[in-house]
C-alpha cells in the first residue's frame, strides 16, 4: 500500500483544513487508517484513527470536538477535517494504514500544517 498525503497549508487560528490521504491499491478497505502528527522537536504523536469499516472512530483528548476523520473506500481515501485550529496544531500529519499496530503498517509522506495565532 503507498500513501499520499495532501491538504495542508497555512491557516490562521479558528480556521479550518481538510487533509486527504490518497491510498494506492486494492486492499484499502482492509486497512484500519490513523492520522499522527509530529510537531517541531516533539514526538509523533496520535491524532485520529478509523476502522476498515468506517464504523468506529477513535480521537486524541486535544483534538476531540474539532477534528472528524472519515473514509471514502470506493475512493481508496480518509480525510481529517480539522475545524477550530490552534496554533498548537501546527505539525506534519502522516496518515498510515495497518490492521492492528500502526507501527508495523504503511505510512504516507506527510502533509504540513501551520497554525498562525
Known amino acids: 500500500v503507498q500513501l499520499q498525503a495532501s491538504g495542508g497549508g497555512s491557516v490562521q487560528a479558528g480556521g479550518s483544513l481538510r487533509l486527504s490521504c490518497a491510498a494506492s491499491g486494492r486492499t484499502f478497505s482492509s486497512y484500519a487508517m490513523g492520522w499522527f502528527r509530529q510537531a517541531p522537536g516533539k514526538e509523533r504523536e496520535f491524532v485520529a484513527s478509523i476502522s476498515w469499516s468506517g464504523g468506529s472512530t477513535y480521537y486524541a483528548d486535544s483534538v476531540k470536538g474539532r477534528f472528524t476523520i472519515s473514509r471514502d473506500n470506493a475512493k481508496n481515501t480518509v480525510y481529517l477535517q480539522m475545524n477550530s485550529l490552534k496554533p498548537e496544531d501546527t505539525a506534519v500529519y502522516y496518515c498510515?494504514?495497518?490492521?492492528?499496530?500502526?507501527?508495523?503498517?504503511?505510512w504516507g509522506q506527510g502533509t504540513l500544517v501551520t497554525v498562525s495565532s
Open positions: 498510515a494504514a495497518y490492521y492492528s499496530d500502526p507501527a508495523s503498517g504503511y
